[in-house]
């Protein structure tokens, strides 16, 4: 039987109640035995999760993200429970930067998401090929792209940057740039609108890619086996709005 999850907040009560018992003033001393944990999904729970189920899974889980009100895990424990096989509930596709803590932000741990990372968090072939992989073989159900407020691929697509191999990969931004309607302004990064609907029009065009060049994850899709979302998370509130 999967353990009652507690979060952050509960601990938290719990532990003034002690407390207030007579424990040591200022100290937390909560028995092990009342630190609750999540374990791993099993085959037979991933395979009830429905892309809906899923995708409130993460909303909530943001929710107690933004409230600082997460979800004690014992790491320790759910490494050895996932060491063998792993039914994670979705892949989410994620820019590199490294204020965007992509388990953190929807309140999971190990076993439950698969996350790829490219700066700009476009689609190409490996990035389809990893979506392919999470969901036909591993049973994800859904497939989420992220991007994020003040993404500094965005800029530097939007300022036209050159310098190494970012040049290159910055070309795969530029459609969400030519599809941008913003007309007051600078044409350039300084115009916070303007990289705002560039960063909106990126996952949109990543999400139209993957039905588009992906007939296996179309086709899941038609038949209801997955679902796939967009979302900007906002690294002032960590709020992730949901497109």
């Known amino acids: ?101 992509v388990e953190d932000v929807f309140d999971k741990g190990i076993g439950d998401i698969f996350v ?9 072939e490996d990035i389809l090929g990893s979506m392919e992989f999470a969901t036909k073989v591993a049973g994800a159900k859904l497939i989420l792209v992220m991007g994020h407020e003040n993404c500094g691929a965005i800029h530097a697509a939007i300022d036209g940057a050159e310098l190494g191999h970012i040049t290159e990969m910055l ?26 609907e560039v960063s909106e029009n990126n996952v949109r065009i990543a999400m139209e890619r993957i039905i588009e060049e992906s007939p296996l994850l179309r086709e899941m899709k038609e038949n209801g086996e997955i679902d796939i979302r967009g979302a900007v998370y906002d690294m002032d509130t960590g709020v992730v709005n949901f497109l």
């Open 171 to 196: 070309k795969n931004i530029e459609p969400a740039i030519k599809r941008s309607t913003v007309s007051k302004g600078p044409k350039s990064s300084q115009n916070r609108l303007l990289v705002h």
């Open 116 to 124: 790829a990372r490219v700066a700009g968090n476009f689609v190409n």
């Open 1 to 101: 039987m999967r353990k009652k999850i507690m979060t952050l907040a509960g601990i938290l009560a719990f532990s003034t109640a002690v407390n207030a018992q007579g424990s040591q003033a200022g100290a937390i001393e909560i028995p092990k035995s009342q630190i609750l944990v999540e374990t791993v999904l099993s085959a037979e729970e991933q395979a009830a999760l429905s892309p809906t189920k899923v995708f409130e899974s993460l909303r909530a889980g943001n929710e107690r993200f933004v409230r600082n009100d997460l979800t004690a895990r014992d790491h320790s424990i759910l490494i050895r429970e996932s060491a063998d096989a792993q039914y994670p509930k979705a892949i989410v596709l994620s820019c590199v930067d490294s204020r965007v803590p």
